[in-house]
Nanobody, 115 residues
Framework: QVQLVESGGGLVQPGGSLKLSCAAS????????SGWYRQTPGKQRELVAT???????NYADSVKGRFTISRDNAKNTVYLHLNSLKPEDTAVYYC?????????WGQGTQVTVSS
């Protein structure tokens, strides 16, 4: 059974930081491309950042220079470091792992940026 479990969300003030983690089980994680997406009510889920199995990263323009994606294949975990947070970063953040057309999603973790 494949599981992706996110953690690390919460309430943070504008300008603050958070670290999200996503632990994978049931897959050979290092083979998979992984990523973080986010969604707000009434809007489509949007890409935040991706990382390939060799560590190549890609970011949405809205988070470049503020967010950093990384992975630890030994721990089957992908991370998202969120810095200089803005109210518009408020969303449910989901992690994803994909390989050859098969995609898996976590249940999401809420990030709220508010003073």
């Amino acid at each position: 059974q494949v599981q992706l479990v996110e953690s690390g969300g919460g309430l943070v003030q504008p300008g603050g930081s958070l670290k999200l983690s996503c632990a994978a089980s049931g897959i050979i994680f290092w083979l998979y491309q992984s990523g973080w997406y986010r969604q707000t009510p009434g809007k489509q889920r949007e890409l935040v950042a991706t990382i390939t199995r060799d560590g190549t990263t890609n970011y949405a323009d809205s988070v470049k220079g503020r967010f950093t994606i990384s992975r630890d294949n030994a721990k089957n975990t992908v991370y998202l470091h969120l810095n200089s947070l803005k109210p518009e970063d408020t969303a449910v953040y989901y992690c994803n792992a994909g390989l050859h057309g098969a995609y898996y999603w976590g249940q999401g973790t809420q990030v709220t940026v508010s003073s």
